[in-house]
């Protein structure tokens, strides 16, 4: 029976073959699995490949390095911490750190010369109750692009695009950023297309931030940045203005299309420090998984405050609940 493989294979192919870094390559080994038509011409294939992933996590996992390749990085992944992970890209001394710096409890090196960052680091930061993390990262430039960014940029949630708007040329290092990331088959974007013709190509959700926006030539290259980018969430950002960067970490919070969900004990106040986080569009029986996965099967009924509902509402487990609504567990 013929393989049948659509034409994006051969050419993913190639570039397995090619590739020499043993993470690239097992990722690049998932893919070609992902894309394979899965039927008896395509039995063979698919166990030579899963062989091959599973040698490369071996090399990867066990260190066996072999013929020069690199032993996979402390920072090829980060675990997630909070709601979500947003991972903080951009030229070389354009304030990603100070961003982290004074968002979260992180204390990164902050310096007044390029290249200051040279490893990720993590920090929490919290916007209204929501727990979010953040990434510092070395920065991205036409010389310096660590083998591990691509990885974690796939991994986030979202991206924060930092442009320094005190530097008349900003834009030419955005390009590079751009391009690099075009290579490893990563598109920083706006919204997520509904539908992704080439599986190859990773779509991130990135907002940016119009960075040291209150210096000399900021205005003149907010206004240039918004024409580079007149679909994307634009955020004039500086460290010395608490204002904006509450203005980031509401748009960070925006773009995670997430609810916040405050749970409440019968004859108790509601708790509006720890709320469950929910994808919107999320009901009842979604947020009662989240606290155990027995506990929706249990349950009868929910009580449910918020706007638009009457006070106390009893609802049933397909209820769909919205932003800042209260809820009270009947089992
Ligand atoms: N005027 C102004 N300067 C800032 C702001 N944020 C950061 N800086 C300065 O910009 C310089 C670089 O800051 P960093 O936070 O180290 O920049 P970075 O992007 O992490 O740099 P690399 O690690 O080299 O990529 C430092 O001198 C900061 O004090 C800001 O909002 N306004
Ligand atoms: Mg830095």
New binding site residues.
Partial sequence: MPANLPPQYYELEREFKKESDPNEKLRLAKELLAMMPKHKGTDKLQADLKAKIAKLRQQIEGGGQKHGARVADAHDHIPKEGAAQVILI?P???????LVDVLTNSRPL???Y????REPLTGMTEFETVHIQLI?T??ISDDYFESYMPGLIRQADIVAL?ADT?CPAFDIPLRTIHQKLEEKRIILTESIPQQIDDPRFAYKKTIIAA??C??ENSAECIKQLKKLYPDFIIVP????DDNSLRVFLAAIFKSLGVIRIYTKRVGHEPDFIDPIILPAGGNVEDAAKTLHKDFASKLQFAKVWGDGKFEGQRVKNNFVLSDKDVIEFHI
């Fill in positions: 951009g070389p001394n354009s304030g990603k750190s100070s902050i310096g007044d390029p290249y200051t960052t510092d070395p920065p930092i005190s960075h040291k209150f210096e950002t500086s460290i010395l």
